[in-house]
């Protein structure tokens, strides 16, 4: 069972150029999350969607954007990066807000 | 806003107890979960508290106190393998998690 798919796995990305991470489960999962990690600040919510069709912001939510078009796709675009956002991005998803949250492997993006 | 505060690090002995310690102020509560993270790795599930408290789950137990804001995760019988970051985690009025930095435990033989 794949579970939480993200890509790429890692990636160095040229300040103002634009970037989409991409999040995949087939757990059919309502709820999907973005978060990024970033040293001494732990996990913090960029977005999050409750439902396919919906999306709501989260913490940290400037700079980036989200669709959830349908139940197991997810991803996070950057429009024009900047090098604050160089950080470990993790995607996560529940079976609704009411459960625990499963999370994909990560995806490491460096902006210079 | 959410502030939750847990010790950045802690070492102990291979066979041990040690016990993590989480206090959070937040908007609302529906819930406290710990996750284990090793370095490189996706968060893992640990536990979940949402009434006042022990929950045991074989070499870990989680407490909660809600009138004090306060939640520890106890990892007994100490293992290298459990040399990990532990997060904890609310989830506020919203559904929405709230994470502390993590505590960094290293397990020594």
């Known amino acids: 069972t794949a579970g939480i798919t993200q890509a790429p796995t890692s990636q160095i990305l040229a300040a103002g150029r634009s970037m989409t991470l991409r999040c995949t489960q087939d757990?059919?999962?309502?709820?999907m999350y973005w978060y990024r990690q970033d040293l001494g600040l732990g996990l913090r919510l960029i977005h999050y969607?409750?439902?396919?069709?919906?999306?709501g912001k989260g913490e940290v939510p400037d700079g980036y954007s989200v669709s959830r078009a349908n139940t197991d796709d997810f991803p996070l675009t950057l429009a024009s990066a900047v090098p604050s956002q160089t950080s470990v991005y993790f995607c996560?998803?529940?079976?609704?807000?009411?459960?625990?949250?499963?999370f994909g492997p990560g995806t490491r993006l460096t902006v210079l | 806003g959410q502030n939750i505060d847990q010790p950045t690090e802690m070492t102990a002995t291979e066979g041990a107890i040690v016990q993590i310690n989480c206090t959070y102020q937040?908007?609302?509560?529906?819930?406290l979960f710990w996750y284990q993270q090793h370095a490189g790795e996706a968060p893992t599930f640990l536990s979940y508290?949402?009434?006042?408290g022990l929950e045991e789950k074989g070499r870990f137990s989680s407490f909660l106190s809600r009138s004090k804001g306060y939640s520890y995760l106890l990892l007994k019988e100490l293992q290298m393998k459990d040399s990990a970051s532990y997060l904890c985690?609310?989830?506020?009025?919203?559904?929405?998690?709230?994470f502390g930095a993590g505590t960094t435990v290293t397990v020594r033989a």
């Open positions: 937040t908007s609302g509560f529906n819930g």
């Open positions: 757990m059919r999962h309502n709820a």
């Open positions: 985690a609310v989830r506020d009025g919203d559904y929405k998690l709230s």
């Open positions: 996560a998803s529940s079976g609704t807000s009411y459960n625990e949250q499963f």
């Open positions: 969607s409750n439902t396919a069709g919906t999306t």
């Open positions: 508290n949402v009434l006042d």
